[in-house]
Structure formats: C-alpha cells, structure tokens
C-alpha cells in the first residue's frame, strides 16, 4: 500500500491526517493513504517554490533540458508500472494505464526539446538606432490542480511545460487518485531539479484553493466547470492568471454519407473508451434520419460485445466508474433520461465481476432530443444519447446547441460536409471520422469557454499561459 507524503521544499513530509483510496475495481483494497495537506502545508510548498524561482529561472538551458528528458526516460522505464497503480486507482483498464504513462513520458520528451526551440522576437525598429527584442519570460510560481481522469497525463502536461519554460510549480493532484504524481515527484527528485522548483501537496482542493491562488503567480486547473468557475471568481481580487481546462459535452455527428463501420467504431470509442472519463468524450450522437436505423442497430451490437470488468484483467474492454460520488452520478443521469422518456437502448444497469467494483453497463439511449438534462449536462460517464435529425442543418444546429464547447466530431465521406462543420463547430477540437477524443501531445488542446478559459495546452501552445511577453527596446545607436 502506498503511504502518501507531501513533498515540499526537496522534502518528504508526513501530514497530519491520512486519506486512503480505494481500488474503484475491487471495493476490498485500500491502494494508498494520502496526506490531507492544511494551509500551511500549501503555504510552505508556495514560498519553497519562489524560493526557487530565481534559480530555476537561470538554470543552465541544457541542464534544463537534460532533466526534463530524464524524467521522460524514468517515465517510459516504469510505464508499465506506473499504468497498474493507475488502472488500480483510476479504474481504467491496464493497457489504457499504459497509454497515459507512456503519454506521459512523450510529454516530458517534448518539453525537454522545448526548453531548447522556444524562441524569441527581433523587429526592426521604427525609431533610428533601435532594435526592439520579444522575449518570453517564465510567469513565476504556478499552481496546477488536476483531476481523477488523467493521474499522470494531465499532471505531466502541466508540470513538464511549467518547469520547461523556467517556472516552478505547486503540484495539487485529485485526492481520488494521487498515487501518481508520488512517482512524478520522486522522478523530479532523482532526475536532480532544485529543492523547491516542484511541490507536491496532496488533498482536497476545496480546502487549499484560495491558498493556491493566492500565492502563485498562475493557477493552470483541470476539472469541472463549476469547480473552474470558482477558481475564476477566487483569482479575481489577486488577479492571479487562470488557465481551466473544464467540462464538455461533445457532440459525434453522422451523415447518411458515413462510412458506417468508421461511424460505429469512432462513436464507440469516443463514448465508452476509458469508461466514458474524458472531458472530450462523445455524450451526444447526432444522426440524420437516412443512416439512422442502420447505424444504430450496429452501434446496439458493438456496446453489446464490450466486456466490463476488473480493469487489471486482460478480457477487460472497460473498467469501472472511478469512485462512488461518480458512479451515482451516472445512475442519477440514467433514471432521468429514463423519466424524461428516453429508450435504453443498452446497458443502464449495475453489472457484477468478479470483485465487488463500480461496474456500469456501456449505457446507450436512443429517441432522445436535445432539451434532456442527459443532453445538456455533463455526465462524464459511459452513457451517451442519439438524438435523430433531418438533415446536415439541423445536425449543426444541435451540436451547436449547448453551453460547452469542448470537442466535437463528425462521420462523413463527404469533404464539402467535413470542411463545413471544421469552420462551422464552435469547438476548440474537431474530430472527422475519428473519435472526438484523443488528442496528440505536440498540438494545441482546450476548448471555448465555458470548457476552457486562458489559453491552451499541449505542444507549443502553452508557452502562451507558461510565459509573459516583454517588449524591449534597445538603442544601439549610442554606441
Ligand atoms: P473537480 O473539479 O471536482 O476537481 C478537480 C481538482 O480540483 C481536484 O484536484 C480537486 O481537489 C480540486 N478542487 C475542487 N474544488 C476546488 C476549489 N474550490 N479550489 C481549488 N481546487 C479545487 O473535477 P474532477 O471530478 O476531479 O474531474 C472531472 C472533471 O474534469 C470533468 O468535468 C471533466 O470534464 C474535467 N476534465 C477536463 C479536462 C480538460 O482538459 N478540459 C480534462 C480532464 C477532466
């Protein structure tokens, strides 16, 4: 079992109380005890990192770089590893636990470059005698918080960039799943970084929240929108830079001219892979009326064949819900819909395994519209809506008709259909004949307002959240 200690200022720290987590596939197994970190605790992890910060900020590039690329190697080293701890408290299965670490390792790789290829500005001055030089300097100290979904991806993706770009960093995993990050953070030990220029303080985050805020220069945050909509009102009096990566609810559009088996296959993945978790997977499927019953009946035997399981077992298609207040959640959802007159189509139900475990059918209705609380609001579970429609019209139409704006994908064959809804979706991610989620690590990742909120992630977008602009201007004409 793992024992959980904070790590501030190149330290392991006990806390004064412990918070376990349960194995979501196996009720019967504490995985780890956690730190419930005070304010103090977040306190000492902020001064540690602007102690650091000038250091880090002026640390040799190279050296810089040779360490993040360390940590990516550790990463690949131990993927294997590493995905068992997170499909045993995340819930996802074993080789999608592998996936997200080895996704992990490429991002620090990534990063490691980036140290290196960030560049700068030069423009010829209007005034005679002057140069004017862009340079992009490191924010200072951030505070990143993260999610259940992604253990080890989403920390990476914000840890590797902050670090790259010369900031230094307050780490707050979810308290549903900080196993990770505790192997993140040893890494970071090992690999040499600075006392300080990483911080790891675990908990809830309603308890540190304003303490984050308050003490760092930006607050890079990944979760629920309401959640990030608190932190937007908490940073507003410090003006503390925010970057949210929040909630979707993203529509899967198919044309009569879909390619049927590319339809069926990236509905399926997009809405029941990783057991429906990601922000950017598919909830509402969006059919127009000549496909619809063919689609459909494939769609019905494809969720059919998905076998729910022990995440660690090999047969296993789709692991358990992630923790309890989720899974209800889902149940919640599922008795809604049902009221409001939706079919069920499949699944809706509670399923046994070999362990007692938060198993949930792949859960498919159909006959819904898009005035349903299932259509509207976020489930985040493996439970999704068709909604049937007319035509191509009245298919954007829906898909535009909802206050998130995440990702959004579309089957067709057609190129004019596909370039039309690229320019038409309000998204910050289209996704033609391919799942709407999943996204490389080298490209820009968010989505509008109010699904994302301060500039986007991923690739060398993020240097735009990581780094304040300076314009100077140097009169060499003196000289
Ligand atoms: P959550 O908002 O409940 O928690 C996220 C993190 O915020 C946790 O670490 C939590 O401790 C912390 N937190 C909670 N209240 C806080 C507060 N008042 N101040 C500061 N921190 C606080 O989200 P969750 O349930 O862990 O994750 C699921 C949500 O995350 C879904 O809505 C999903 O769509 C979203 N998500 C978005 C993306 C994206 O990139 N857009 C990626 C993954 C997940």
Redesign the pocket.
Known sequence: MIKGRNFIDGQWREAASLLPTINPSDLDETVGEYAVSSVADAEEALAAARRALPGWRSYNTQARADLLRKVGDALYARAEEIGTLLSREEGKTLKEGIGEATRAAQVFHFYAGEVVRHPGQWYPSLRDGHNVIISYEPVGVISA??????PIA?PAWKVAAALAYGNTVVL?????TPGCAIILAEMLEQAGLPKGAFNLVLG???A??QT?IDGADAVS?????P?GR??LQ?AAPTMTKVQL????KNPFIVLDDADLDVAVAAAAQGTWGQTGQ??TGSERIIVTKGIHDAFVEKLVKAVAGLKVGHALDADTDIGPVANKPQFDKNMTFIEKAKSDGAELAAGGVAVEARTRGYFLAPTLFLNTHNEMALNRE?V?GPVAGVIKVEDFDEAIAVAKDCELA?SSGIATTNLKHAERYRRESNAGLVMVNTPTAGVDYHVP???RAP??YGGR?QGTASAEFFTEIKTAYINHGVL
């Open positions: 918080i993260t999610p259940w979904n992604f989403i707050k995993p979810s308290e549903f809830d985050g309603r540190l929240g984050l945050f990944t979760g629920a929108t959640t608190k932190i908490m990566e929040l909630g979707g990601r922000c976020e985040f995440l990742f968010g989505g699904s994302g992630e």
